[in-house]
T-cell receptor, first 113, second 115 residues
């Protein structure tokens, strides 16, 4: 079945270092969504990428969608302690009209002050 | 105003008991979901309802029974609780199941601990 893989599973960085998480889908996606879950919190939608090769920025966060629309990345420049949490990518299931999202396993980011 | 709310936030119970979790959304969305998040943070879809109709029913033990009395509410009843049911259960909603570009809005989660 359709799968979304995310690496790394965990990343520990020193505050001020950069961080990147990678997401790969087994199938071409119509779009990819990114969510952030703070410790003890719930997933919160960050952004959606739709176009092949699309790049979007939110302050220190840069999101990319691959040319083949099968992979994506989230890069954080100069991490801060507020960036701590688990970052999930998610893509819709094939041609389903159920709204089902396939989530990656998540990358948990720890930032040492 | 809380967009997606769940009760209770914490639930500690004994094996074999029956318990329910309730979810409500005030976003006017048509679609609601139940997810289970295990200790490794993996988010697994369990069920989804669109306008009170069940549209996603993943491989979940039939001890789990969702109910949607109206499109703003989705409840989850669990019979004969087992240790492996311990997890965080998230309710979520989205505008329309038929639109793959809709983002999902998650509730605060219910942490279920089965002793």
């Amino acid at each position: 079945g359709q799968q979304v893989m995310q690496i790394p599973q965990y990343q520990h960085v020193q505050e001020g270092e950069d961080f990147t998480t990678y997401c790969n889908s087994s199938t071409t996606l119509s779009n990819i969504q990114w969510y952030k879950q703070r410790p003890g919190g719930h997933p919160v939608f960050l952004i959606q990428l739709v176009k092949s090769g699309e790049v979007k920025k939110q302050k220190r966060l840069t999101f990319q969608f691959g040319e083949a629309k099968k992979n994506s990345s989230l890069h954080i420049t100069a991490t801060q302690t507020t960036d701590v949490g688990t970052y999930f990518c998610a893509g819709p299931l094939g041609s389903s009209n159920t709204g089902k999202l396939i989530f990656g396993q998540g990358t948990t980011l720890q930032v040492k002050p | 105003d809380t967009a997606v709310s769940q009760t209770p936030k914490y639930l500690v119970t004994q094996m074999g008991n029956d318990k329910s979790i309730k979810c409500e959304q005030n976003l006017g969305h048509d679609t609601m979901y139940w997810y289970k998040q295990d200790s490794k943070k993996f988010l697994k879809i369990m069920f989804s309802y669109n306008n009170k109709e069940l549209i996603i029913n993943e491989t979940v033990p039939n001890r789990f029974s969702p109910k949607s009395p109206d499109k703003a509410h989705l409840n989850l009843h669990i019979n004969s609780l087992e240790l492996g049911d311990s997890a965080v259960y998230f309710c979520a909603s989205s505008q329309d199941a038929g639109d793959p570009y809709n983002e999902q809005f998650f509730g605060p989660g219910t942490r279920l601990t089965v002793l």
